[in-house]
């Protein structure tokens, strides 16, 4: 005991403890801190092993911080992953449309697609500062078919289907926040076609807040309102609460 291990010996011994298992295992082990780092590197993501936050020299002392990462098991997985987010990482272009070339027919570019796409997502994370655009490496993103933006459905699915009932101002405030996010990009169209696309496949209904907020921003256009299951006579509610001024607005353009 009181044996120090560098990153050498931890190696070798899990390299002994997995070595009868016919390399199934082999590769597995993902040797990384507990609490990551924020230092927006994709690499970081894909390293074999990191030594803890309390290590001096490079040296690790114990196991305390050794996790399994399966998403990176296979070898050429990871060596693709790593490839690729080195070249995220630089912004390089050229560099990911060659290992795209060399790679991107395998099953195990994928894979390694999909990891980058879900750690990015982490490293910048577009709730960290609201206010403030994050510098990010746009062009090896679109080059890559990867994004740091989280998808309309994780940020409206729940609100829609749990919190439509309690009639409150949860979606409202969600669809405003995405909207006013500088680190997001999607429009109020996005939102629309998003909207338009769960009610054709949940048939899901709006309380009058939402529906409130839905007919100003879409001008009271009773078509557009339909395809979000919104009934002539719930826009006629709305628009009968609103301020006189709104009132008399909507019915000159529904007459003229």
Known sequence: M???LTGQNVCDIFDGVFADNGNIINGVVDFTIKKSTTNNSLSSCVKYMTTNENAQDGICIGFDNIRFNEELADSKVRLIALKLANAVDKNNVLEIKKIKQEYGNTKEFVKARDFLNKKCKD???????????????????????ISNQPS??????????FYERDNGFTTVNIIQSILNNKNM???????YSFLKSMYKKEKLSYNLHTVSYLVEKLDANEDALENLGISKDRIKLVIKNLPISKRIRYMLKKFF
């Open 123 to 145: 490293i910048w994370n577009v709730f960290d500062n609201k206010n403030e655009k994050i510098n990010l490496p746009f062009e090896a993103f679109k080059t890559l078919g």
């Open 2 to 4: 009181g044996k120090v």
């Open 152 to 161: 309309l459905e994780s940020l409206l699915d729940d609100s829609l289907r």
């Open 185 to 191: 990009n999607y429009t109020f169209e996005d939102v």
